[in-house]
């Protein structure tokens, strides 16, 4: 007892002490004391002991301080950020949106789970592969165990998930993103299906069946590269015919904007001109 008291060092309102063969360092947040082990090396508990010491001196959340929140409640911020701060496009939060039902499906299963910091993703991940869904959501649809794809695009969003609550402190000091260690990135994919690309003679053969109104679609998609909402929200003073350009134009007074927010020139073909 001696030998430690002896040892003890105050870094302005941080104690550092050895304690059961390591280093640790005691302070009061909040009126609540905090005791955390700082590490086995005494010059380290000491550079963490000022650093927290200068969060306390102006009143910051400390190193080790966290706020604990539910899976829910966390990804209603989470989307909420991407509307509002981010402005992501409205398919994007619902694709998001589509994603995390799942992770808040399992909390309701597994309640150890329901604090964001308690989830264990290897579990999770045995729950996505277990559960049925229907492929177009629909009550009615024969249920169908996800995709490997489908999979990986809910883990990629909980990873990222995962990083918004890191930068909001709600996950302990030092831990680690628990979707990083899944080697997301590196998954097989089983039951990925065919891509089917048209060679010259199929895209004539296809275009040839079309109606007209189709035709003028296929055709105005497949020499421009514009997505689908682009086109259905193209209007005629974005067509410059003279010289040939097709301007994509965000439109905040129709609610509805370009997918990446980035507005382009499209040149026209002088075939989709005519």
Not at 95 to 107: D, I
Request: contains cysteine; glycine residues 6%.
């Amino acid at each position: 007892g001696r030998k430690t008291k002896a040892r003890r060092k105050r870094v302005g309102r941080v104690t550092v002490y050895p304690h059961h063969g390591g280093w640790w360092i005691y302070y009061r947040e909040d009126g609540k004391p905090v005791r955390r082990r700082a590490g086995d090396d005494p010059v380290e508990a000491e550079r963490m002991a000022a650093e927290v010491n200068a969060q306390l001196t102006r009143a910051a959340p400390t190193l080790f301080s966290f706020t604990p929140v539910s899976v829910k409640q966390l990804v209603a911020d989470f989307l909420n950020d991407h509307d509002q701060v981010r402005r992501s496009s409205i398919a994007t939060i619902n694709r998001y949106r589509t994603a995390l039902e799942h992770l808040v499906a399992f909390t309701e299963v597994d309640s150890s789970g329901r604090q964001a910091h308690q989830l264990d993703a290897t579990r999770f991940v045995a729950f996505l592969r277990s559960r049925l869904v229907s492929s177009n959501g629909h009550a009615n649809t024969r249920p169908r165990q996800l995709s490997d794809k489908g999979i990986r695009f809910i883990l990629e969003v909980c990873r990222s998930l995962y990083g918004f609550a890191a930068r909001r402190r709600h996950l302990p000091p030092y831990s680690e993103n628990p979707f990083e260690s899944l080697s997301i990135d590196r998954m097989r994919i089983d039951d990925a299906k065919r891509v089917f690309v048209f060679d010259a003679k199929s895209e004539l053969a296809f275009l040839h069946g079309c109606l007209a109104w189709e035709f003028a679609v296929h055709v105005t998609l497949s020499k421009t590269g514009m997505r689908p909402g682009e086109l259905c929200h193209l209007l005629i003073e974005e067509l410059d015919l003279g010289n040939g350009w097709i301007r994509i134009r965000n439109k905040p007074e129709l609610g509805w904007s370009v997918k990446t927010r980035n507005e382009r020139d499209i040149p026209l073909v002088v075939e989709l001109r005519d």
